[in-house]
């Protein structure tokens, strides 16, 4: 059960550490889609609108106009889907190691 615990919790506290990057991340793969009619570029035969250019632009923008708050947008979400993700990985992981006897790997 520690193990399960522990890996939940290093799920949730990791993922929340590297949210403000998948936002980051987020933004600059689905800026295409962002109107809401995935490739309406290729519909309508216009150029597409690049919103956020590389990671250092994204990362102004996002400043800009959201505030430090806009990083964490989508926080609990991926919280609550990873940190269980992990409890089960990592506890079954290390519940088997030590069923095996290879607790010293």
């Known amino acids: 059960p520690r193990y399960f615990l522990a890996a939940?919790?290093?799920g949730a506290?990791?993922?929340?550490?590297?949210?403000?990057?998948d936002?980051?991340?987020t933004r600059l793969q689905t800026q295409?889609?962002?109107?809401?009619?995935?490739?309406?570029?290729e519909k309508t035969g216009t150029a597409p609108v690049v919103k956020y250019e590389n990671i250092?632009?994204?990362?102004?923008?996002?400043?800009r106009e959201e505030g430090a708050a806009g990083f964490m947008k989508g926080l609990l979400?991926?919280?609550?889907?990873?940190?269980?993700?992990?409890?089960?990985c990592w506890g079954t992981y290390e519940t088997v190691k030590t069923f095996l006897g290879l607790s010293a790997l």
């Open 32 to 41: 295409d889609c962002a109107c809401g009619v995935p490739l309406a570029c």
């Open 23 to 25: 936002v980051v991340k």
């Open 13 to 21: 506290v990791s993922s929340a550490l590297t949210q403000p990057l």
């Open 56 to 63: 250092s632009s994204s990362v102004r923008l996002i400043l």
């Open 77 to 88: 979400p991926r919280v609550v889907t990873v940190a269980p993700s992990a409890a089960v």
């Open 8 to 10: 939940g919790f290093a």
